[in-house]
């Protein structure tokens, strides 16, 4: 990836439409439209417990079983992101969700759908800081960059929860676009 590129995030990375007609999950289409190449490495699909945090963000008890996976995301062979994502057990099941490090075509959000939970909001809290040492690690991230904490959760048509992921993103390789309507 050249020094100086920067992928931006747009809202419309999440639309079922593009979804449906490319096959690809809101990053790759991203990336594609960018000009860029796209992977993500799933490094763990596991269940645990809810943190606190995680727990209300959910709407859950904390505690409540959670399945858990783990991506490392790369853009023109260079990682660039790292993402926890946090779905309620009963909702995941055993599905493909809850078992599989490749979900096929749509991605998460396809296999969402087949459950009976397409994406209808999403919210998305961004702050920026300096990344940890183990993050500058898995991310290759330069001295003195920083990284954007995003805190994305999918709700459905009545603005039900459903999932939460955590993710990480280099400030020199991803950015973030948003036009936000003004109401009166």
Known sequence: ????????FRPDRYSRRRREETGLSP?????AGQGGTSATETRSVTR?????DIARRLGLRRGTEVVQREN????DDEPVQHGVTY??????????IATATDLGPGSIYARFEELG???AVVREEVTARMPTPAEAESLA???GVPVIEMTHTSMDDWKRPFEVTRFVLRADRLGLDYEVPIED
């Open 48 to 52: 645990a417990e809810a943190s606190d």
């Open 87 to 96: 779905i309620p057990a009963t909702i995941a099941g055993d599905s493909e």
């Open 1 to 8: 990836m050249r020094a100086e590129h920067r992928t931006w």
């Open 117 to 119: 939970w397409p994406v």
């Open 72 to 75: 490392l995301y790369f853009v």
């Open 27 to 31: 990053f790759r289409i991203a990336v």
């Open 141 to 143: 991230i330069p001295p």
